[in-house]
């Protein structure tokens, strides 16, 4: 019996986000977008559900005169994630 | 012939992994390469500092001139204005614990200065130059690079004894040494995660 996969991660997109995120300390909106190659608008929207879903923290603010908006991953959104990679370990082995 | 659905799954499975490797490594290695600027920086800055430095000590015969040496920390008000047009680029754990090497570096090579300058006199190049190999053999041990885990050790050990037997301002060629030594660590870092 497979487990399942965490459908709110089984998508491109936020998959990417949280690959990035669970790699650094912090990342900046511009820098998400510029690594998954989203369009501001469906960025916005990923990282809304994600934050949704507690996986993530967003942060806005500013750097100098410039709007910043920074992400987080959370402890609830590192767990999940590793859940979801050993789920698709399984799936492969 | 129809994919059964664990087949589908199994493909998705790969595909998603393979995402996360890729992803995860793009990442790592935009974060490191960008890095490899700021070696790039000291190295130039010490080698620049040092070569005037002993120059000037050369030229006048005045070892006064080693309170140029005080204005290395200028290196961080450089270094913040290059980290502004870094547009946006996180930091991960690697970039950070080079980052407090460096700054645990710059801030024992001060100390050890002031001291030195202002209160018992200390053989400064012996001490500057065992705790600069050091820490350029810990950065590479971070990088799991041997290169500069080696000049790291011929800098820091071999700098030590020819800091003894190496009179006056001739020891400030270490420094360029150094200098040359972080810089090509920071271009080693560059072309490692190009």
Known sequence: MFPKLDPLLHSELRLAVMSILVGVDEADFTYLKKQTGATSGNLSVQIDKLMAAGYITVEKGFKGKMPRTTCKITAAGQEAFEGYVKALKEYIS | MEKSKEQIEEMTAAKSLSLITETLNNSRRDILRNSSKYFVLWGCLLTVMSLAIYLLWHFTGSPKWNFLW?????????????????????????????????????????????????????????????????????????????????????????????????????????????????????????????
């Open chain 2, 70 to 194: 005080f204005a290395m920390p200028l290196g961080y008000f450089i270094a913040a204005v290059m980290g502004r047009h870094d547009k946006g680029m996180p930091q991960n754990e690697i970039g950070r614990i080079l980052g407090n090497i460096w700054t645990v570096f710059g801030v024992f090579s001060v100390c050890i200065s002031v001291i030195a300058v202002f209160l018992v006199p200390l053989h400064v190049t012996l001490l500057i130059v065992v705790i600069l190999g050091i820490a350029e053999s810990i950065s590479g041990a971070v990088l799991k690079n041997w290169p500069v885990i080696i000049a790291g050790f011929i800098l820091g050990v071999g700098g030590a004894l020819v800091a003894v037997l190496v009179k006056s301002e001739a020891q400030l060629l270490l420094f360029t040494l150094g200098g040359v030594l972080l810089a090509a660590t920071g271009l080693t870092v560059k072309y490692q995660y190009r």
